[in-house]
T-cell receptor
Framework: AQSVAQPEDQVNVAEGNPLTVKCTYS??????LFWYVQYPNRGLQFLLK??????LVKGSYGFEAEFNKSQTSFHLKKPSALVSDSALYFC????????????FGAGTRLAVHP | GAVVSQHPSWVICKSGTSVKIECRSL??????MFWYRQFPKQSLMLMAT?????????EQGVEKDKFLINHASLTLSTLTVTSAHPEDSSFYIC????????????FGDGTRLSIL
């Protein structure tokens, strides 16, 4: 069965510092991995995805993520955090094509302090 | 790009009322729509998958008679919370699969349902 783990409920970082939001996954087939961000009372906004190819993927708003197959991880990173990055971040995995279920992690709240 | 429109964004109603939430794909056809429920400060839980022209597929533990899902056309899926009670209060989000399989799902903006 597919599963996603986000081990941190909350990540606190000072503005201008690098940030990392952790994600590990479990899937039997080839994983399609995604990061989404959610602002209060809003739906999810897509940040980036890994399907195949380069392990380091770059996405929206300066975010990037590194796919590590041996560690089954897909950590979200940003070199320099902004206060406006404060939000709820979800890692998700899908086993293959678009009509398969998307399974979400529990979410990590990112708080960037001025 | 592809957009999913969800309406209403916020509903407050009395206990016992039935509430309908609409989800439309604006510039593409969606034969499938995913419906999620999100409790405060928690993750998204897949409730059901609607399929145009056939019955919805419900996840284990989701009451079919409480959460009626209809996929009336290739651009419209609806979720009706029947005889809603305070415990049904939650944030409901719909999502359409991508047109191309290697693309992300498209999410609606969600509906905040508050039952008094």
């Amino acid at each position: 069965a597919q599963s996603v783990a986000q081990p941190e409920d909350q990540v606190n970082v000072a503005e201008g510092n690098p940030l990392t939001v952790k994600c590990t996954y479990s899937v039997s087939g080839n994983p399609y991995l995604f990061w989404y961000v959610q602002y209060p009372n809003r739906g999810l906004q897509f940040l980036l995805k890994y399907i195949t190819g380069d392990n380091l993927v770059k996405g929206s708003y300066g975010f990037e993520a590194e796919f590590n197959k041996s560690q089954t991880s897909f950590h979200l990173k940003k070199p320099s955090a902004l206060v406006s990055d404060s939000a709820l971040y979800f890692c998700a995995v899908r086993e293959g094509g678009g009509y398969n279920k998307l399974i979400f992690g529990a979410g990590t709240r990112l708080a960037v302090h001025p | 790009g592809a957009v999913v429109s969800q309406h209403p964004s916020w509903v407050i109603c009395k206990s016992g009322t039935s509430v309908k939430i609409e989800c439309r794909s604006l510039d593409f056809q969606a034969t499938t729509m995913f419906w999620y429920r999100q409790f405060p400060k928690q993750s998204l839980m897949l409730m059901a998958t609607s399929n145009e022209g056939s019955k919805a597929t419900y996840e284990q533990g989701v009451e079919k008679d409480k959460f009626l899902i209809n996929h009336a056309s290739l651009t419209l899926s609806t979720l009706t919370v029947t005889s809603a009670h305070p415990e049904d209060s939650s944030f409901y989000i719909c999502s359409a699969p991508p047109v191309q399989g290697n693309q992300p799902q498209h999410f609606g903006d969600g509906t905040r349902l508050s039952i008094l």
